[in-house]
């Protein structure tokens, strides 16, 4: 265990893996401290979420970051491109947003170095997963290096940890994580494209993959799906 008085940054996005990684963060003892980044992201849903988690969870400093990547496009979730419905398949997704987490990343390392943390959780998978490239055990190893290589701590011989505890869990695993935590994962969100009453649209690639997770868990999802 963990002294409480050690702190650790999780990148918070709102969704059901950030919630469950920043659960186990503070399982761990650790102070939790949350970066959110809002980055134009089509489902704009997921920065409320990320609020609610925050307080849920008791964080003891939440960072909203404004850094929009509409100006950059390529993607489903900053451009005006449609969010593929037809199930998740075998080749990277148009939902894919460029270097998404080795910015994300590199900003919440910033930010731990600046509030004297260095241990790091981001909830990347690698499993039930849509393909994404920065979500791969070899970049976050990778990226611990350069971490260790690019900033004072590291220089100095106090490297970051980065922690990535749900990386070769199923979404069903997840699930459960979630459950054994006592976590509301109504709180969360997943969906990419949520309709305009605010329902998750329950097609999209997250959309399924969270479906699916908890249905092989044998758990009640309480996110709202269009048509359900």
């Excluded at 008085?5 to 919630?19: E, F, I, N, R, Y």
């Excluded at 690019?150 to 106090?158: F, L, P, Q, S």
């Excluded at 997840?174 to 994962?185: F, N, Y």
Aim: charged content about 20%; aromatic content about 8%.
């Amino acid at each position: 265990m963990q002294s409480e008085t050690k702190s650790a940054v999780v990148l918070l996005s709102g969704g059901l893996d950030s919630m469950v990684v920043a659960g186990l963060a503070r399982e761990q003892g650790f102070g939790v401290l949350a970066l959110t980044i809002d980055y134009g992201q089509r489902h704009r849903r997921e920065l409320a979420s990320a609020k609610l988690v925050a307080g849920a969870i008791g964080v003891e400093r939440h960072v909203v970051l404004p850094l929009d990547l509409r100006a950059f496009g390529g993607s489903a979730l900053t451009a005006d491109i449609a969010v593929p419905k037809d199930g998740v398949g075998s080749d990277i997704p148009v939902t894919y947003v460029p270097a998404r987490n080795l910015v994300f990343l590199s900003l919440t390392v910033a930010f731990a170095e600046a509030s004297g943390a260095h241990d790091v959780f981001i909830g990347v998978n690698a499993l039930d997963y849509s393909g994404y490239p920065d979500c791969r055990p070899e970049f976050i190893a990778s990226f611990a290096e350069t971490a260790r290589l690019g900033t004072r701590e590291g220089a100095e011989g106090r490297p970051f940890t980065i922690h990535a505890p749900l990386q070769h869990m199923t979404k069903a695993d997840i699930a459960r994580e979630a459950a054994r935590l006592g976590l509301d994962t109504g709180l969360s969100w997943s969906c990419y494209d949520p309709t305009d009453d605010g329902l998750a649209c329950g097609t999209c690639d997250s959309c399924r993959l969270r479906q699916k997770g908890f249905a092989e868990a044998g758990l009640t999802d309480r996110v709202a799906y269009a048509g359900a």
